[in-house]
T-cell receptor, first 113, second 112 residues
């Protein structure tokens, strides 16, 4: 049974600071890793994907992957009130991106103006 | 281009009734996925189609749930003899094989 663990929060961060969101996964064979943002009452929106160890940057977002520690993180620089949302970590299995995703429960992030 | 669309956006039904939920994927996406999400939880995988065939239906909770994709584009999720525990948001996603999945707006199903 694949599991993805996230701290549910809420995580409160002042505007302009760095928000750090963490995720661990149980299946060592997982190949692909994703971060989705979900506003209340809306569907998940893909914001980052990462497939190999290290960092991947896209604008204010940086995803970090450490397969040896089975750990994925998302950093949001210069946090804005509009970043307030639930952030979902998702992983695929050994088949890679063609698999269904296993999601964590999400971390509720609040950016304080 | 157009994203994933789902209809209806809301569906209220009575216990024991049959419902159909429709998903229209992004044009050109061969992979289509169904998930359901309960309040406070992440989406839960139900079934994955590659083209017309169900490549993985391991997430379907029981035989009351069935999905089809007869022409490799639009998919319908069918739920027979609905139960109150089936109430959730049903999400559809599509993607190119091996890559990211993009979600539709979802169908909120309420079983009274």
């Amino acid at each position: 049974q694949k599991e993805v663990e996230q701290n549910s929060g809420p995580l409160s961060v002042p505007e302009g600071a760095i928000a750090s969101l963490n995720c661990t996964y149980s299946d060592r064979g997982s190949q692909s890793f994703f971060w989705y943002r979900q506003y209340s009452g809306k569907s998940p929106e893909l914001i980052m994907s990462i497939y190999s160890n290290g960092d991947k940057e896209d604008g204010r977002f940086t995803a970090q992957l450490n397969k040896a520690s089975q750990y994925v993180s998302l950093l949001i620089r210069d946090s804005q009130p509009s970043d307030s949302a639930t952030y979902l970590c998702a992983v695929t299995g050994r088949g890679g991106g063609a698999d269904g995703l296993t999601f964590g429960k999400g971390t509720h992030l609040i950016i304080q103006p | 281009g157009a994203g994933v669309s789902q209809t209806p956006s809301n569906k209220v039904t009575e216990k024991g009734k049959y419902v159909e939920l429709r998903c229209d994927p992004i044009s050109g996406h061969t992979a289509l996925y169904w998930y359901r999400q309960s309040l406070g939880q992440g989406p839960e995988f139900l079934i994955y189609f590659q083209g017309t065939g169900a490549a993985d239906d391991s997430g379907l909770p029981n035989d009351r749930f069935f999905a089809v994709r007869p022409e490799g584009s639009v998919s319908t999720l069918k739920i027979q003899r609905t139960e109150r525990g089936d109430s959730a948001v049903y999400l559809c996603a599509s993607g190119r094989q091996g890559n990211e999945q993009f979600f539709g707006p979802g169908t909120r199903l309420t079983v009274l």
